[in-house]
């Protein structure tokens, strides 16, 4: 495993052998690119689950050892399909090229540094089902201490909640604390519940509803291309539903780019999701000019990160 430590957070029970018989064919799809040392738990992880069908990897550039054991694993397991060769096309692009690959019914998206826990996907394959469409259900990601991590159900995200958290403003006061668009803090609920949004690190849908909306919107490069989708599911009239009992642990921050490499695009998809849904002339004009700001906002978060942990 790498020495990666994952604590495992255990249920009681396994799925029943009703729902294996009757639930619809599964395929998890999984963006790569230079990883690391996460890697080789997270696909093991997801070729452990009884109900993972199918696997599409796409390999958006992988270092040589992380090409290999990708290579080996498609030609040890034929569950496993693996799409390489294309270069960094981004994540957008390259879900999308998984899932138009992918055979199964329903869809589960996972980053390459998330480690399924036991009966996430059961959970959510459970829950999607039956739900009117569009229907989006987002797991519960958790930090390796188990803490839940921020990002998994968020509020509405708008130009202004977005500044006041970029620039940590939202949570300095008790006055800005209504612009804190993340809710890890707030009480769990005992069953799935409706959220404007959810994270992309562990999610499914089902095909016709990820077709329905098109897909991820490739005009995003990395990022924020979750928060899109989401956002379209609800002006479609669909559900986007965080379930507390589909747990993943989620490293974040493993691949070798350059942290500030990642929060630039980052920024930029920000500001082109605030572009994009402008209203009218006033708010493309404010969307237009306010996307500089966001952009270097998201910058400077990395910036500040070196300069505290030297100053530390």
């Known amino acids: 495993m790498n020495g990666i430590a994952a604590p495992i957070v255990a249920h009681e029970l396994a799925p029943t052998s009703d729902f294996l018989a009757a639930r619809r064919s599964v395929s998890v799809v999984m963006v790569v690119y230079m990883t690391g040392a996460a890697l080789e738990e997270s696909v093991e992880r997801v070729l452990k689950d009884p109900l993972v069908d199918e696997f599409v990897i796409v390999d958006n550039g992988s270092t040589g050892p992380e090409a290999a054991l990708l290579r080996g694993l498609a030609e040890r397991d034929k569950r496993v399909v693996l799409l390489a060769g294309h270069g960094n096309v981004g994540f957008a692009r390259a879900a999308n090229l998984g899932a138009r690959t992918a055979s199964g019914e329903i869809l589960v998206f996972l980053n390459p540094d998330a480690f399924l826990q036991p009966r996430c996907i059961a959970e959510l394959v459970r829950e999607i089902e039956g739900r009117p469409s569009p229907c989006i259900v987002g797991g519960r990601v958790l930090?390796?201490?188990l803490t839940e991590q921020r990002g998994g159900r968020r509020g509405e995200i708008t130009l202004m909640n977005a500044l006041m958290s970029l620039s940590q403003l939202a949570g300095r006061s008790a006055a800005w604390r209504r612009y804190e668009v993340h809710w890890e803090g707030e009480a769990l609920p005992d069953q799935a519940a409706a959220v404007p949004t959810i994270s992309g690190a562990c999610f499914c849908m089902r095909r016709e509803d990820f077709e329905a909306v098109k897909g991820f919107d490739e005009g995003y490069f990395l990022h924020v291309e979750d928060v899109d989708l989401c956002w379209r599911v609800r002006e479609m009239?669909?559900?986007?539903?965080?379930h507390p009992k589909a747990e993943v642990i989620h490293l974040g921050h493993t691949s070798r780019t350059s942290p500030i490499r990642v929060e630039f695009h980052k920024g930029v998809g920000l500001a082109r999701y605030f572009r994009k849904r402008a209203v009218?002339?006033?708010?493309?004009v404010i969307a237009w000019v306010m996307s500089p700001v966001?952009?270097?906002?998201?910058?400077?978060?990395p910036v500040m990160w070196r300069f505290r942990g030297r100053a530390g």
């Open 237 to 242: 009239g669909g559900r986007v539903l965080f």
């Open 143 to 145: 930090n390796t201490d």
């Open 280 to 284: 009218g002339v006033t708010q493309s």
């Open 294 to 301: 966001v952009v270097g906002a998201a910058i400077v978060r």
